[in-house]
């Protein structure tokens, strides 16, 4: 589901993708999923995704689930919500924690781990820099935009709020 300017707060689901203009907010909660916020920050424009995995192997549906697929689909949702096709875009990333590290101490190949590989390779393939990072570890994460400043939050329970 995709949200537009007119929302001063969306949340973006699990699989989703929001954008929004000149102002409000995105939100989203991680785990082991990867939370992408793409920034054009001239135009005050903001994506942001929530890919559950990191590749479709194909599938077209949902879209916003997948690294491969959400995030040329965040940035085609930003075009046409700016009118402007040629964005010049950053990223900032949280998310990839193991969130059964207890099950499986020492995992090498934890979900989280995978979707933050295929996330920083698909940034990097389509030459957006990344800003900032919180990734890891075995807690779960609140990820917040605020779309005018392009600050972002970044909430863990128990924890200080740290800003990207």
């Known amino acids: 589901m995709s949200k537009s300017a007119d929302i001063d707060d969306t949340l973006v689901a699990m699989a989703g993708i929001g954008v929004a203009q000149h102002r409000g907010t995105l939100r989203t909660l991680l785990g082991s999923c990867i939370g992408v916020a793409l920034f054009e920050r001239k135009l005050k424009l903001v ?8 590749d479709s192997m194909g599938r077209e549906q949902p ?8 995030i040329p689909e965040a940035i085609r949702q930003m075009k046409r919500l700016s009118g ?11 998310g990839g924690a193991n969130m059964f590290a207890h099950v499986s101490p ?12 295929a996330v920083e390779k698909i940034l990097e393939s389509l030459q957006i820099p990344t800003l900032g990072k919180h990734l890891g570890g075995t807690a779960g ?11 972002v ?6 924890k200080s709020m740290v800003q990207l």
């Open 47 to 54: 994506g942001l995704t929530h890919i559950v995995m990191p």
């Open 63 to 70: 879209v916003g689930k997948y690294a491969d697929t959400a």
């Open 84 to 94: 402007v096709l040629h964005l010049s875009l950053s990223a900032k990333i949280a």
């Open 106 to 117: 020492g995992s090498t190949n934890a979900i989280g781990d995978q979707n933050v590989a």
């Open 141 to 151: 994460r609140r990820m917040v935009i605020d779309v005018e400043s392009g600050y």
């Open 153 to 158: 939050q970044i909430h863990i329970l128990g």
